[in-house]
């Protein structure tokens, strides 16, 4: 909500700036998620406020993304659609960042001349000044080919960050990758991959302690090469979980995503032994056949696979595991994917994210169009693996029955007002009926499991352990 003026006081003040109201949409994935996070606090500490709804905003900011899908198509009809509505409000600017403006840069602008500033992944701290400077020089355009170490200070602590649940922070910890999987778009958008110096992430994990925040998930695109880049002294990865699970206040921690040719017994150690990081690992799959495996250069067998997942089951007590598949890459056959369907069933995941193959341009993969596997065939064998997943992620959950379990809540469930939800310390995504004495988001509860389902649990209250950690914050809007 604008503030009323009065009109009496504004004829007596010179200027009363009424503040300008931003609206930001994201694509993709978590790390654009907390981007997104981030960018908000950067324009609120500017001066703005959000908006209600886009179509009010005088700012929209796209945080792009094109790791999959028809990224581009999206984009430009987003832009489409905003394209009127600047015709009519001429005062209102249109901001484009993420990994589309850092791989396209002026061509945004070349395709949608109505958009006033471009920035890349490496400059997000500079969205702010861009808009402001554009207001009066036009349309800007600024994408960095690393990053800045100057406006990457500037952004760096996550504790400006506009976050969704206010008891949990998302930290990257580390951008790029310098793995080559034929298949991904991210080494050519997103650069090598930098390391944040492990001081700095210990200094902002313990400011976002003690600003009330009980947990923590570190990001990167391979978080157990962390630190790579900085020492040989290493493995620096399990160094971080260690000195994160030190930092007074942070009681849980989680990470995505590990890579399997890397996830060395340091990091399971690391995790079995730091009592605050959750008993939960996402390790990506993407294929169960060796040859795709090795088409897709993953640099590990299925076997190999099933012995690094079977090492992190043996150290950690009571782990889920999480994974991601990727659906008809080129080339693969009936036989390969009976392959993939065999692994994740014996992984006995507790849940996957499934992808259709996506040509991206510039990938490897996608220059091979000659292998691409007809739609039909993919879509059959999607459903197929679904049905494995879903009945293993089942079984999962049924066997949580009767146990009792920590949750962290989050608040409301989405889609039953007489239900609450949270998370357990596998994080699992619980529903439990709201409780006589209210509970707030950040509350820490014990429940007993009753019942399993493919994508959740439903619990009973057994006890309050405490109440929220975090202080109520005030909010910017009223609506
Ligand atoms: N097509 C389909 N899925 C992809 N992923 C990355 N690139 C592609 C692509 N071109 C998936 C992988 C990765 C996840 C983040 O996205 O499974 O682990
Ligand atoms: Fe892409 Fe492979 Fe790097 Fe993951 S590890 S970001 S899939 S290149």
Redesign the pocket.
Known sequence: MRPVVNSRVLSRLEVVATPRTFAIRTFG?QMNEHDSERLAGLLIGDGMVPAASDLEADVVVFNTCT??ENADLKLYSALGQLKQLKEQRPQMQIAVGGCMAQKDRGEILKRAQWVDVVFGTHNLASAPSLLRRSRSEGPLVEVLDAPDPEANREMAPALYAVRELPYAAWMTIQTGCDNSCA???VPAVRGGEISRPLRDLVDEATMLASSGVSEITVLGQNVNSYGRDITKRGPLFAQLLRALGEVDGIERIRFV?PHPKDLRPETVAAMAETQAVCNQLHL?L?SGSNRVLSAMRRGYTAERYMERLAGARRGIDDLAVTT???VGYPGETDTEFDETLEVAAAAEFDSAYT????P?PG?R?ALMVEDFVPEAVIKERFERLKEVLDRSALRKHEARVGRREEVLVEGPSKRNAQMLSGRTRQGKLVHFPVTAEPLRAGALVTLDVVHGAPYHLRGELSSVVRGPRHKIRIPLLSS
Not at 355 to 358: K, N, R, V, Y
């Open positions: 994935c790791i999959r298949y991904c778009i995503s990506p993407q991601d598949i990727i992808f259709i193959f996506s991206r990938t993969a």
